[in-house]
Structures are given as C-alpha cells and as structure tokens.
C-alpha cells in the first residue's frame, strides 16, 4: 500500500491550469507539513512549495510565485496544488512528500515518505 498517492496530472496548452492532488492512504497529513516538488527530465528535484500543518505556504521556488498555491483538506485527508499560467518549463513529474514535522524547514532531509509522482506535460 502505497502511503502518499498524486493524481491530476495531464497534457495542457501554455496557460493552462491544473490542480495536483496528495492523497493519503495509510498516514495522517493533519498533522505534517507536506511538501510539493517536481523533476524535469535531466534535471534534479527541486522543491516548488510547501504547506505547513496549519495552512501556511511556503514557496520556494521563484518561478511559480504568483502561479502555484497550495491548500489542504484534512477532512479529505489530501493536499492539493493549484498550478496557473503553465508554461513548457512546467514540465515535469511532480511529487508530494510528507514531512517530519509541523513545520516547513526548506530541507529535503525533512521528508520521509514520498508520493510516485505525477506527470504534467506543457505543450501547444
């Protein structure tokens, strides 16, 4: 059983959106601060925003100021991430990760459990 699940992802145009989903099947993400990152092909992982246990944001990737936010639902038990004013740089496999903790800290070292990843594509 895999503990943290993405979904959402899909092939949209340049200025599209998309929500990205977190879902938990086997942890309580009440709890953690839950983080969002994506990889592109050749490229490292990189961090893109994260979501303290009460709601706060933290974005940490500049690109996608102003254009990614997250929300949570502990009711639900998942996270989302709205993601508008896609372009082809968006491209990637997107991935959530819980943290170890209530608090965002911005360290890959935070996290232990990781979703499988998501793909969005970004293309005309």
């Known amino acids: 059983q895999v503990p943290l699940v993405e979904s959402g992802g899909d092939s949209v145009q340049p200025g599209g959106s998309l929500r990205l989903y977190c879902r938990a099947s086997?942890?309580?993400?009440?709890?953690?601060?839950i983080g969002w990152f994506r990889q592109a092909p050749g490229r490292e992982r990189e961090e893109i925003l994260c979501i303290n246990s009460d709601g706060g944001l933290s974005v940490s990737a500049g690109s996608v100021k102003g254009r990614f936010t997250a929300s949570r639902d502990n009711v639900r038990n998942m996270v989302s991430m709205e993601m508008h004013n896609l372009g082809p740089e968006d491209t990637a496999v997107y991935f959530c990760a819980n943290g170890r903790g209530r608090l965002c800290t911005g360290n890959f070292d935070h996290y232990n459990i990781w979703g499988q990843g998501t793909q969005v594509t970004i293309s005309a």
């Open positions: 086997s942890v309580s993400l009440e709890n953690y601060a």
